[in-house]
């Protein structure tokens, strides 16, 4: 099993970057970054292939965040130009999922971490 532990999360203002970290512990073949609202089922912002770092966004983050992975199974969301509706609890998660942004293929979860964007 492995274990994921998110960071970074925080309250910005609109236009904004934060960054968010993700540290795992084990092997993983992806590592991905969703994204809840209440009310909302958990959206896929990005994943990234640990093999060779290979990423991969939803169309509604494309040129605004960027995924990326250090030596130390630590993997990060760069997130620039913030939206209020950017706002949500962030997670990180691995497995070995056939569709990158679906959340059904990931089988380890991370607490989550707080995203606040204001206006």
């Known amino acids: 099993q492995v274990r994921l532990v998110e960071s970074g999360g925080g309250s910005v203002q609109a236009g904004g970057s934060l960054r968010l970290s993700c540290e795992y512990s084990g092997y993983t073949a992806y590592v991905g970054w969703f994204r809840q609202t209440p009310g909302k089922g958990r959206e896929g912002v990005a994943a990234?292939?640990?093999?060779?770092?290979?990423p991969f966004y939803a169309d509604s983050v494309k040129g605004r965040f960027t995924i990326s992975q250090d030596n130390a199974k630590v993997v990060y969301l760069q997130m620039t130009r913030l939206k209020p509706e950017d706002s949500a609890m962030y997670y990180c998660?691995?497995?070995?999922?056939?569709?990158?942004?679906?959340?059904?293929?990931?089988?380890?979860w991370g607490q989550g971490t707080q995203v606040t964007v204001s206006s």
């Open positions: 990234l292939s640990t093999a060779d770092g290979s």
């Open positions: 998660a691995a497995g070995y999922p056939e569709k990158l942004l679906i959340p059904d293929g990931y089988n380890s």
